[in-house]
């Protein structure tokens, strides 16, 4: 059972997440915050495998709150995936690199909110659909002026390959087509260079290509 903590402070959006996740055999809601704060507490205290929180909340906002789950050590097992009501909200790109797992808009369909829960569980990173290379080339040129790539020593030149496609938006598939190989053998190559990297998920693999240098702005095509 995937376990799911709410976090907005509208009740209604709160009962119609619960209503729809609850309906699901293997997704449960544990959980509901109306603040950042209440947030934090309550993933100290029930440890769910996805949050799905708000940005803009009383007390603390959804950003701040999820930088205090995602530097936590602990909590290294919570995903985060940030609510907004815009596709491009200008605090995403920050809650990206604090380390949530990607975002949706709030009025996203069903079905895509439930693979979105899903999806994070698996390490996937999740961004809405149609806008992933619109995010990444927006973070690209809001992100600070790239370091050497020395950082990445760890990695094989494929791994660093496939590190570059994941970092101008391709998924497994379309990095096992660019490559010609299965798509689990780019899974396999994505998730060694994740554990080799320290990234939480897909979401921060793409930071860390931004910010290493060994993407940049002007990639994507």
Do not use: C
């Not at 690209?140 to 970092?167: H, I």
């Not at 897909?202 to 994507?220: D, M, T």
Request: proline share 3%; hydrophobic share 45%.
């Amino acid at each position: 059972m995937i376990r799911v903590l709410l976090a907005d402070d509208q009740l209604l959006v709160r009962a119609g997440f619960r209503a729809l996740l609850d309906a699901q055999q293997d997704i449960g809601v544990t959980g509901e915050a109306a603040d950042g704060e209440e947030a934090v507490r309550l993933v100290h205290e029930l440890r769910p495998d996805v949050v799905l929180m708000d940005i803009r909340m009383p007390l603390l906002d959804g950003l701040a709150a999820t930088r205090r789950i995602t530097e936590d050590e602990r909590l290294n097992g919570v995903k985060v995936v940030m609510l907004t009501t815009f596709e491009l909200d200008e605090y995403v790109f920050e809650a990206i690199r604090s380390g949530a797992s990607g975002f949706l808009v709030k009025d996203t369909e069903p079905e895509e909110l439930l693979r979105a829960v899903r999806a994070v569980v698996e390490g996937d990173a999740l961004l809405s659909p149609g806008v992933t290379r619109r995010l990444i080339a927006e973070f690209a040129a809001r992100s600070k002026a790239p370091a050497d790539a020395d950082g990445l020593g760890a990695l094989t030149e494929r791994e660093r390959e496939v590190m570059a496609l994941v970092g101008i938006g391709l998924s497994n598939e379309e990095i096992a087509r660019r490559l010609v190989v299965s798509p689990l053998t780019a899974k396999t190559h994505v998730s060694r260079t994740m554990v080799k990297l320290g990234a939480r998920d897909r979401a921060q693999l793409v930071v860390l290509a931004y910010e290493s240098g060994l993407v940049r702005p002007g990639w994507l095509g």
